[in-house]
Nanobody, 123 residues
Framework: VQLQASGGGSVQPGGSLRLSCTGS????????VGWFRQAPEKEREWVSY????????NYPYSVKGRFTISGNNAKNTVYLQMNSLKPEDTASYYC?????????????????WGPGTQVTVSS
């Protein structure tokens, strides 16, 4: 089982990026998928999750209205569309998959994790 996050890069403030989380060895539609981020010398932060099946989503206040998580079952991929990016969004972004219906705010509640993709927001 592997998760692979991709789509990171450098962008100016106000710009957009779309991250992808692709699964192999597991069908993401049967898992809740979460995104987390960690900046240097900061604690890991939950960014969003999407529940399995009905696709219910949840976001913290820091990204609500700017980030959108969605899934494409045919591609076994979950996306994180990030708009209106700010310098404080700079971090490595990680996706994680949790068996069952509901996502979680907590990294350790997930069953599989992928390597991060770097997002840098700077002028």
């Amino acid at each position: 089982v592997q998760l692979q996050a991709s789509g990171g890069g450098s962008v100016q403030p106000g710009g957009s990026l779309r991250l992808s989380c692709t699964g192999s060895g597991l069908t993401l539609d049967y898992y809740a998928v979460g995104w987390f981020r960690q900046a240097p010398e900061k604690e890991r932060e939950w960014v969003s999750y999407i529940n399995s099946g009905d696709g219910t989503t949840n976001y913290p206040y820091s990204v609500k209205g700017r980030f959108t998580i969605s899934g494409n079952n045919a591609k076994n991929t979950v996306y994180l569309q990030m708009n209106s990016l700010k310098p404080e969004d700079t971090a490595s972004y990680y996706c994680a998959a949790r068996k069952g219906y509901s996502g979680s705010y907590y990294w350790d509640d997930y069953d599989y994790w992928g390597p991060g993709t770097q997002v840098t927001v700077s002028s």
